[in-house]
């Protein structure tokens, strides 16, 4: 008889063919319904003032535009914030926050009009001054765009006073874009009454729901908001696709006719919010073994206009400066400020890449102070097994598996060996000089925001046996929607080809949260096999029944229903429950247990369990050019029991490869007037295959399972792998640090560029 088969474990991704073939339907490849209008966006062409007086007649003068949306056109809210502040404007009324804001849109029959006719405006403007950076902006007083955090165990004044040694730094730590393949896009079509439906690359469809009856001043009833796939989100479509959702929507309900909207690629990097960028202020106290008695940090963003994410990301930032450290007497605080530039957002790691970078910084220059492979002072600091496993916000780390993690890549990645080869090669060469670097992550998993982590899914099971599901996590290309129908197949032990994962609606499952926190599968998985689960009861009771026998004589099998010996194959058994009038289709819910945050006393259990992992990379640099290249990589990442290596995998190098290219080449440079001149890929530059490790090995951890009660026992895996990339920095660091002997901590920022390497050598071989 058929043995139970698996529906877990790695199987291709459900598009992986269609993406290769060009078959997947992205947004701009649905048919427009006929009669299709298309808006274009017009920017403020400065970053601080107001607006004196706008000329739209050479705008409106081309035959193919319709008209012009302002913020008078707006039925209801002028607003896309997702906080209570509703600092957030679809277009600027009266005052201009940053240089790129949106103040109207064109609507004409076809894109490129729209496009042509947006430049025509004449806007006038009284300029004020602007601030556009950290430093400028604390300069000026340091005004927050929402309240800052502070965490705090122990006294690190007393701590700070006895230590033995001690020492002061700063890092500035640089942003970065989404630079996801497919941009924003959104497509409206108006319905009847008050009602439309939206169709938005969007992370996050209820929010985008919430937005656009907002601004439509009707209720979320009336708003359908559907998303098949994006090509890539990264965080960037969490909150910053309502803009154009709205937009399409207002316009929608103007002309009576189907609205699209989709800015060029220069526009959508200039228009929409990115990485923050921080500069980390800090004071250690620690001894001649590295172990560190006190620290006190400060972490300054660069937060925007407005408040968008800024708090949770900043309180992000301070969860994850500990990473895998103790530390006994601590003090950190945020600092969101307000500028006069794009407001920031989302972006994989939510904050926690630039907290726990800056964290890894203090480590690094207490090894370079003690002349210690900063891995010894590493390990000098980890979380204790039962003692010294207070983190500063209170959480227990009773899931530590850091030091198995560091000294299984030890070993197998060769490091010891390794790093003395890389000393022996840096005395022989004069001009080219190697670095390596050992790093560890440990990554909170579950939203800060409580309230957050639910999840629903909506199963059917038809007649025919086929089975369609729905959950309320959207699709990226990190394989949500591959696991989460595996899960069901698992659950209902059916054969993964009867399931089909359609499009996110919000009139399927309604009151979803953002497909982020690398939450995707614990929380949607959870919701499908919580429906799985109601189904089975149902039929286990309609088979108990049909036979008359017990319920607990009728058993689950693969791809049929064991009744007290008889098989019953799953299509018979449904046709048959269908004639007897069961119920074939369950709406299944998930809560994230145990979990509680208060922000006011900075103490909680923000996080339902931690993922884990290390990296070691070795680079090689040019001192006389500043060009380097990442010869070798070695990643050991827990992601638990895992539903699907392969999608893991992915997940794993993607993510160390994006971190990557934020440490290392990704700039964002803003002019003195706020002006973003790295705006498309001639000027900005992520990773290219090129710019691989030339040997790159991955591996999951074998032996971990989440001793947390998760989805098969697995852990999230989306954002904790980016962190593993701080290893390139610090393999970078190491090399510079070897022209003046190791015996100075570079203080290499973020991104390393070989200009910053360049100035970085020339500044040691000076100080030597
Ligand atoms: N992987 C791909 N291919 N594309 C993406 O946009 N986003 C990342 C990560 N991996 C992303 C990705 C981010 S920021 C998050 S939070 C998670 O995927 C979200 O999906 P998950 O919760 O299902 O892991
Ligand atoms: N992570 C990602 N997105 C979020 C979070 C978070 O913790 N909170 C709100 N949105
Ligand atoms: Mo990911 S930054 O939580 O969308």
């Known amino acids: 008889m058929s043995q ?47 607006i004196e007086g706008v000329d739209f007649t050479d705008v409106l003068a081309h035959p193919d535009v319709l008209g012009v949306l302002t913020a008078t ?3 209801g809210e002028n607003d896309v914030s997702p906080t209570a502040l509703h600092d957030d404007p679809i277009f600027a009324d009266k005052e201009v926050q940053f240089l790129g804001q949106p103040v109207f849109a064109v609507i004409a029959t076809h894109r490129d009009a729209a496009r042509r006719a947006a430049k025509k405006a004449k806007i006038s403007y009284q300029e004020k001054p602007a601030l556009i950076d950290i430093r400028a902006a604390e300069k000026a007083g340091g005004k927050f765009v929402t309240p800052s955090l502070t965490l705090k165990n122990g006294d690190v004044k007393a701590a700070m006073e006895k230590a033995p040694m001690r020492l002061k730094g700063e ?67 969490e909150t910053q696709g309502a803009l154009f959702a709205c937009v399409a929507a207002i316009a929608a309900k103007k002309y009576k006719r189907a609205v699209k909207i989709r800015p060029d690629r220069d526009d959508d990097m200039v228009m929409t919010g990115k990485r923050h960028d921080f500069l980390a202020t800090y004071e250690v106290g620690f001894d001649e073994s590295g172990k560190i ?54 972006f994989r790691g939510f904050g926690g890449p630039q907290g726990m970078i800056g964290g890894e910084r203090v480590i690094e220059e207490i090894a370079y102070q003690l002349g210690k492979d900063p891995l010894e002072v590493r390990r000098a600091n980890f979380y204790g097994p039962n003692t010294g496993n207070t983190t500063p916000y209170h959480q227990i780390v009773d899931d530590n598996i850091i030091t198995k993690v560091v000294d299984e890549l030890e070993e197998s990645a060769d490091y010891q060996a390794r790093r003395q080869k890389v000393l022996d090669f840096n005395k022989s060469h004069k001009n080219l000089k190697r670095g390596i670097a050992l790093t560890p992550v440990k990554f909170g998993i579950s939203f800060t925001a409580t309230w957050y982590n639910q999840a629903g899914a909506l199963v059917h099971i038809y007649k025919d046996g086929s089975i369609l599901l729905n959950h309320g996590g959207t699709e990226m290309g990190q394989g949500l929607y591959s696991k989460v129908a595996q899960v069901l197949a698992d659950e209902l032990q059916v054969d993964p080809a009867r399931v089909k994962v359609s ?34 009861a149902r039929l286990v009771r309609f088979a108990a029944d049909k036979f008359q026998i017990e319920e607990a004589d009728v058993k ?28 074939l289709s369950a709406a299944g819910f998930y809560k994230t247990p145990e979990i509680h945050w208060n922000r006011e006393t900075g103490r909680g259990t923000p996080f339902y369990y931690y993922a884990y992992g290390a990296a070691v990379s070795e680079v090689v640099i040019d001192t006389l050019t500043g060009e380097y290249f990442v010869d070798r990589v070695d990643l050991l990442h827990d992601v638990g ?22 440490l290392t080449t990704e700039e964002l440079w803003f002019s003195d007037k706020g002006e973003l001149k790295t705006h498309a890929p001639s000027t900005y530059k992520i990773p290219l295959a090129s710019d691989r490790p030339r040997t790159f090995n991955t591996k999951l951890v074998t032996w971990s399972k989440n001793e947390k009660r998760t989805i098969k026992r697995s852990k999230a895996v989306g954002e904790p792998p980016f962190m593993l990339a701080i290893s390139v920095l610090e393999a970078l660091s190491m090399a510079v640090a070897s022209v003046a002997d190791y015996k100075t901590c570079p203080r290499l920022d973020a991104p390393a560029t070989p200009e910053r390497i360049l100035m970085a050598v020339e500044r040691l071989k000076g100080q030597r």
């Open 641 to 662: 029991n895992s539903i699907n290596e392969g999608i893991d995998m992915g997940q794993v190098e993607g993510g160390f490869i994006q971190g990557m290219g934020w």
């Open 293 to 346: 008695h006190a620290l006190d940090a400060d972490f300054a963003a660069r937060c925007g206009f407005s408040a968008d994410l800024s708090g949770p990301v900043t309180d992000r930032a301070l969860f994850h400066a500990d990473n895998c450290y103790f530390f006994e007497n601590v003090e950190l605080r945020s600092r969101p400020l307000k500028t006069n530039t794009v407001s920031n957002t989302a």
């Open 73 to 75: 056109d707006i039925p």
């Open 4 to 50: 139970k088969q698996s529906a877990l474990g790695p199987k291709p991704h459900e598009s992986a063919h269609k993406h290769v073939a060009g078959a997947a339907d992205y947004l701009d490849d649905i048919n427009e319904p006929a009669g299709t209008l298309h808006a274009y966006i017009g920017l403020s062409t400065i970053a601080a003032g107001t």
């Open 503 to 536: 499009a996110t609606r919000t009139d399927k499952v309604p009151n979803t949260s953002a497909t982020a926190a690398s939450s995707g599968t614990d929380l949607n998985g959870m919701a499908a096999a919580d429906a799985a689960r109601q189904l089975k």
């Open 556 to 583: 689950f099998g693969y791809e049929h229903l064991d009744c007290a010996g008889k098989q019953v194959p799953f299509e018979e058994l449904i046709a048959a429950a269908y004639m007897e009038r069961v119920h």
């Open 171 to 237: 890092m500035e730590i640089g942003g970065q874009d989404h630079f996801y393949l497919e941009g924003h896009i959104a497509m409206a079509i108006p319905g009847e009454d008050d009602t439309v439906k939206v169709i938005s690359s969007t992370q996050h469809p209820s929010e985008v729901q919430h937005m656009v009856a907002h601004a439509l001043g009707t209720h979320q009833h009336a708003v359908n908001v559907e998303v098949r796939r994006m090509g890539g989100g990264f965080g960037g479509k």
